[in-house]
Each structure stands twice: as structure tokens, then as C-alpha cells.
């Protein structure tokens, strides 16, 4: 994971834990402690996304890895919203795929 710039983002710790024991819950994780580190290591990456572009890896429903180049620095991509009526899980991280155009989510557990 690599950001292209050096500032800082608030991470909130609540929807951390939120993600690790939904983690937990769906069996991406044998353990609170590693569904916890996956959940740091989701939420520390949608922090440098916030920041400017990050590539990353995870792993697909189907089981295929995929290597992603994403953001949500809204200042790099150009999308009106439309809105869908419902918040997103606390496990699912939303991005925008600088290389597909769209926005795309993975969960936290899922991340390689």
C-alpha cells in the first residue's frame, strides 16, 4: 500500500471494531485479534485513499485476486451521486477504481 502523499486522516476506532466482528462473524478470521488487524489494516488504507491514490490487493468473492489502484480523494475523479437509501456495513470499504472509472467495495477481510 503505498499513498501519494504524507498527510494524516481520523480513523474511527468504533467502526474498527465494528468491522473485526463482522469479520469475526462471516469466518474471515479464526481469531478477534486477526480480524481486528484486518480491520486496522482496511480502515488505514480507505484513510490513505482519502489522501490521494493507493494500490492495494484483495481477494474477490469468486476466490480471484485482484490488484486495484483506488481513491476517494473526490478531487481525482468526477461522479454525481445518486444515492441508494442504505448505509454501507461497517466491513464493506468502498473505493473508486482509478483504472475502471466506477466505484468498487471489498471487505475487511479480504484484504491481502
Do not use: H
Not at 489502484?69 to 442504505?86: D, I, M, P, V, W
Amino acid at each position: 500500500m503505498e499513498a501519494t502523499s504524507k498527510k494524516s486522516v481520523r480513523i474511527n476506532k468504533s467502526m474498527v471494531m465494528k468491522a473485526a466482528w463482522m469479520a469475526l462473524r462471516k469466518k474471515e478470521a479464526t481469531s478477534f485479534a486477526e480480524a481486528l488487524k484486518k480491520a486496522w489494516r482496511a480502515y488505514k488504507l480507505k484513510a490513505q485513499m482519502a489522501l490521494g491514490v493507493v494500490s492495494f490487493t484483495f481477494r474477490k468473492t469468486n476466490g480471484e485476486i485482484r490488484k486495484a489502484l483506488g481513491t476517494l480523494a473526490s478531487n481525482l475523479y468526477q461522479y454525481e451521486y445518486k444515492g441508494t437509501g442504505y448505509a454501507s456495513p461497517a466491513n464493506c470499504i468502498r473505493y473508486w477504481d482509478v483504472e475502471k472509472k466506477a466505484f468498487r467495495s471489498f471487505t475487511a477481510g479480504s484484504l491481502i
